[in-house]
Protein backbone atom coordinates (compact mmCIF):
# COMPACT_ATOMS: atom_id res chain seq x y z
CA UNK A 1 0.00 0.00 0.00
CA UNK A 2 0.77 3.73 -0.36
CA UNK A 3 3.38 4.90 2.45
CA UNK A 4 4.30 8.06 3.71
CA UNK A 5 7.73 8.16 5.61
CA UNK A 6 8.04 11.06 8.09
CA UNK A 7 10.79 11.93 10.10
CA UNK A 8 12.44 12.65 12.89
CA UNK A 9 9.74 10.99 14.97
CA UNK A 10 11.77 13.30 17.85
CA UNK A 11 13.17 16.25 18.41
CA UNK A 12 14.07 18.08 20.74
CA UNK A 13 15.53 21.40 20.04
CA UNK A 14 16.64 24.57 21.52
CA UNK A 15 14.60 28.11 21.21
CA UNK A 16 15.39 30.25 18.62
CA UNK A 17 17.30 27.52 15.88
CA UNK A 18 15.44 25.64 13.07
CA UNK A 19 13.89 22.22 12.55
CA UNK A 20 12.91 20.55 9.34
CA UNK A 21 10.43 17.52 9.43
CA UNK A 22 10.50 15.87 5.68
CA UNK A 23 7.59 13.75 4.65
CA UNK A 24 8.28 11.56 1.60
CA UNK A 25 5.67 9.22 -0.05
CA UNK A 26 7.50 5.90 -0.87
CA UNK A 27 5.64 4.66 -3.30
CA UNK A 28 3.45 6.68 -5.16
CA UNK A 29 3.68 10.51 -6.72
CA UNK A 30 2.39 13.06 -4.26
CA UNK A 31 1.19 16.20 -5.78
CA UNK A 32 -0.19 17.53 -2.40
CA UNK A 33 0.70 17.12 0.41
CA UNK A 34 -1.03 17.95 4.00
CA UNK A 35 0.54 19.68 7.28
CA UNK A 36 -1.10 19.51 10.56
CA UNK A 37 -0.71 20.21 13.83
CA UNK A 38 -1.81 18.32 17.15
CA UNK A 39 -1.45 20.01 20.48
CA UNK A 40 -1.44 18.02 23.62
CA UNK A 41 -5.56 16.41 23.73
CA UNK A 42 -6.57 18.58 21.18
CA UNK A 43 -7.47 17.83 17.51
CA UNK A 44 -5.94 17.79 14.35
CA UNK A 45 -5.40 20.82 12.54
CA UNK A 46 -4.62 21.68 9.39
CA UNK A 47 -1.64 24.03 8.78
CA UNK A 48 -1.07 24.44 5.43
CA UNK A 49 -1.36 22.69 1.95
CA UNK A 50 1.89 21.82 -0.13
CA UNK A 51 1.80 21.61 -3.83
CA UNK A 52 4.53 20.55 -5.78
CA UNK A 53 6.43 23.29 -8.11
CA UNK A 54 4.64 25.75 -6.33
CA UNK A 55 3.45 28.00 -2.92
CA UNK A 56 2.23 26.44 -0.29
CA UNK A 57 -1.37 27.26 1.24
CA UNK A 58 -1.13 28.52 4.61
CA UNK A 59 -4.46 28.51 7.04
CA UNK A 60 -5.76 31.40 8.62
CA UNK A 61 -3.54 32.43 11.72
CA UNK A 62 -0.42 30.56 10.42
CA UNK A 63 2.76 32.36 9.98
CA UNK A 64 4.12 31.24 6.66
CA UNK A 65 7.31 32.80 7.22
CA UNK A 66 8.24 30.97 10.13
CA UNK A 67 6.59 27.66 8.90
CA UNK A 68 8.71 27.33 5.58
CA UNK A 69 6.92 24.30 3.44
CA UNK A 70 9.05 23.18 0.43
CA UNK A 71 8.20 20.87 -2.03
CA UNK A 72 10.30 20.89 -4.50
CA UNK A 73 9.67 17.41 -6.36
CA UNK A 74 6.72 14.93 -6.12
CA UNK A 75 7.89 12.72 -3.51
CA UNK A 76 9.38 15.01 -0.98
CA UNK A 77 7.59 17.94 1.20
CA UNK A 78 9.59 19.59 3.66
CA UNK A 79 8.37 22.10 6.72
CA UNK A 80 10.99 24.10 8.82
CA UNK A 81 9.97 25.87 11.53
CA UNK A 82 12.26 28.98 12.01
CA UNK A 83 13.11 30.18 15.23
CA UNK A 84 11.06 27.91 16.86
CA UNK A 85 9.78 29.01 20.40
CA UNK A 86 8.33 26.53 23.53
CA UNK A 87 4.99 27.75 21.81
CA UNK A 88 5.94 25.52 18.88
CA UNK A 89 6.20 22.58 21.09
CA UNK A 90 3.91 20.07 19.24
CA UNK A 91 3.20 16.87 17.15
CA UNK A 92 3.37 17.51 13.50
CA UNK A 93 2.15 15.16 11.07
CA UNK A 94 1.76 15.05 6.78
CA UNK A 95 -0.67 13.09 4.98
CA UNK A 96 -0.89 12.42 0.66
CA UNK A 97 -3.38 11.17 -1.60
CA UNK A 98 -2.58 8.54 -3.90
CA UNK A 99 -2.81 9.63 -7.23
CA UNK A 100 -6.15 8.51 -9.02
CA UNK A 101 -9.56 8.55 -8.10
CA UNK A 102 -8.74 7.19 -4.98
CA UNK A 103 -10.10 8.75 -2.15
CA UNK A 104 -8.09 7.11 0.44
CA UNK A 105 -5.43 9.13 2.12
CA UNK A 106 -1.86 7.67 4.02
CA UNK A 107 -0.46 10.10 7.07
CA UNK A 108 3.17 10.13 8.21
CA UNK A 109 4.11 8.44 11.26
CA UNK A 110 4.33 12.08 13.15
CA UNK A 111 6.97 14.12 14.58
CA UNK A 112 6.89 15.49 18.21
CA UNK A 113 8.65 18.47 18.80
CA UNK A 114 9.41 19.71 21.40
CA UNK A 115 11.49 23.14 21.69
CA UNK A 116 13.49 24.00 24.49
CA UNK B 1 -19.40 25.72 9.21
CA UNK B 2 -17.62 23.01 9.20
CA UNK B 3 -18.18 21.41 12.40
CA UNK B 4 -17.31 17.68 13.76
CA UNK B 5 -18.46 16.51 16.34
CA UNK B 6 -17.58 12.99 18.17
CA UNK B 7 -18.75 10.97 21.80
CA UNK B 8 -18.00 9.92 23.63
CA UNK B 9 -14.49 11.96 24.32
CA UNK B 10 -13.31 9.40 26.81
CA UNK B 11 -14.87 5.52 27.07
CA UNK B 12 -13.21 2.51 29.38
CA UNK B 13 -14.46 -0.93 28.34
CA UNK B 14 -13.72 -4.30 29.72
CA UNK B 15 -11.89 -6.81 27.80
CA UNK B 16 -14.46 -8.08 24.93
CA UNK B 17 -16.92 -5.58 25.25
CA UNK B 18 -18.60 -4.05 22.16
CA UNK B 19 -17.61 -0.79 21.89
CA UNK B 20 -19.69 2.66 19.85
CA UNK B 21 -17.71 5.58 18.98
CA UNK B 22 -20.09 8.46 17.11
CA UNK B 23 -19.32 10.96 14.68
CA UNK B 24 -21.88 13.61 13.59
CA UNK B 25 -21.22 16.53 11.05
CA UNK B 26 -22.39 19.44 10.09
CA UNK B 27 -22.86 19.75 6.07
CA UNK B 28 -23.05 17.12 3.23
CA UNK B 29 -19.79 15.61 3.01
CA UNK B 30 -17.31 13.94 0.32
CA UNK B 31 -16.19 11.16 2.34
CA UNK B 32 -15.32 10.43 5.96
CA UNK B 33 -12.44 8.89 7.35
CA UNK B 34 -11.91 6.64 10.56
CA UNK B 35 -8.10 6.91 12.23
CA UNK B 36 -6.96 5.35 14.82
CA UNK B 37 -4.46 7.26 16.96
CA UNK B 38 -1.50 5.79 18.90
CA UNK B 39 -0.03 6.47 21.93
CA UNK B 40 3.41 7.57 20.14
CA UNK B 41 1.23 9.58 18.17
CA UNK B 42 1.51 7.79 14.91
CA UNK B 43 -1.97 7.70 12.70
CA UNK B 44 -3.13 4.85 11.27
CA UNK B 45 -6.06 5.27 8.52
CA UNK B 46 -8.61 2.35 9.15
CA UNK B 47 -11.96 3.46 7.13
CA UNK B 48 -13.02 5.71 4.47
CA UNK B 49 -16.38 6.00 3.47
CA UNK B 50 -19.00 7.58 1.61
CA UNK B 51 -21.96 5.46 2.00
CA UNK B 52 -22.93 2.30 3.96
CA UNK B 53 -20.94 0.14 5.87
CA UNK B 54 -17.60 -1.14 6.13
CA UNK B 55 -16.19 -4.59 7.64
CA UNK B 56 -12.69 -5.18 8.38
CA UNK B 57 -12.18 -8.22 10.66
CA UNK B 58 -13.41 -6.72 14.60
CA UNK B 59 -13.81 -3.24 13.02
CA UNK B 60 -17.28 -2.00 11.50
CA UNK B 61 -17.91 1.32 10.43
CA UNK B 62 -21.40 3.05 8.75
CA UNK B 63 -22.72 5.82 7.48
CA UNK B 64 -26.09 7.75 7.57
CA UNK B 65 -25.78 10.30 4.87
CA UNK B 66 -29.04 11.55 5.40
CA UNK B 67 -28.89 11.45 9.14
CA UNK B 68 -25.06 12.83 8.67
CA UNK B 69 -23.79 10.56 11.39
CA UNK B 70 -21.10 7.96 11.28
CA UNK B 71 -20.32 5.15 13.69
CA UNK B 72 -17.42 2.95 14.42
CA UNK B 73 -17.90 -0.58 15.89
CA UNK B 74 -15.38 -2.51 17.71
CA UNK B 75 -16.61 -6.63 18.37
CA UNK B 76 -14.48 -8.21 21.19
CA UNK B 77 -12.66 -5.33 21.91
CA UNK B 78 -8.98 -5.88 23.33
CA UNK B 79 -6.38 -3.74 24.90
CA UNK B 80 -4.65 -3.59 21.85
CA UNK B 81 -7.59 -1.59 20.46
CA UNK B 82 -6.69 1.33 23.18
CA UNK B 83 -6.05 4.57 21.06
CA UNK B 84 -7.26 7.90 19.91
CA UNK B 85 -9.94 7.01 17.60
CA UNK B 86 -10.55 10.00 15.20
CA UNK B 87 -13.40 11.32 12.62
CA UNK B 88 -12.10 13.07 9.67
CA UNK B 89 -14.60 14.42 6.91
CA UNK B 90 -13.71 16.33 3.83
CA UNK B 91 -16.33 17.98 1.84
CA UNK B 92 -17.05 19.12 -1.54
CA UNK B 93 -15.92 22.13 -2.61
CA UNK B 94 -13.26 22.45 0.06
CA UNK B 95 -10.35 20.93 -1.93
CA UNK B 96 -8.88 17.41 -0.67
CA UNK B 97 -8.14 18.94 3.31
CA UNK B 98 -9.69 16.69 6.51
CA UNK B 99 -11.97 18.55 9.18
CA UNK B 100 -11.29 16.29 12.49
CA UNK B 101 -13.28 15.58 15.19
CA UNK B 102 -11.79 15.70 18.70
CA UNK B 103 -10.97 12.54 18.99
CA UNK B 104 -12.47 9.41 21.80
CA UNK B 105 -9.85 8.08 24.12
CA UNK B 106 -10.88 5.27 24.26
CA UNK B 107 -9.06 2.34 26.94
CA UNK B 108 -9.76 -1.64 27.21
CA UNK B 109 -8.93 -3.34 30.30
CA UNK B 110 -8.01 -6.95 30.73
Known amino acids: GAVVSQHPSRVICKSGTSVKIECRSL??????MFWYRQFPKQSLMLMAT?????????EQGVEKDKFLINHASLTLSTLTVTSAHPEDSSFYIC????????????FGSGTRLTVV | KNEVEQSPQNLTAQEGEFITINCSYS?????LHWLQQHPGGGIVSLFM???GKKKHGRLIATINIQEKHSSLHITASHPRDSAVYIC????????????FGTGTSLTVIP
Open chain 1, 50 to 58: SNEGSKATY
Open chain 2, 27 to 31: VGISA
Open chain 1, 27 to 32: DFQATT
Open chain 2, 88 to 99: AVRYGGAGNQFY
Open chain 2, 49 to 51: LSS
Open chain 1, 95 to 106: SARPGGNSYGYT
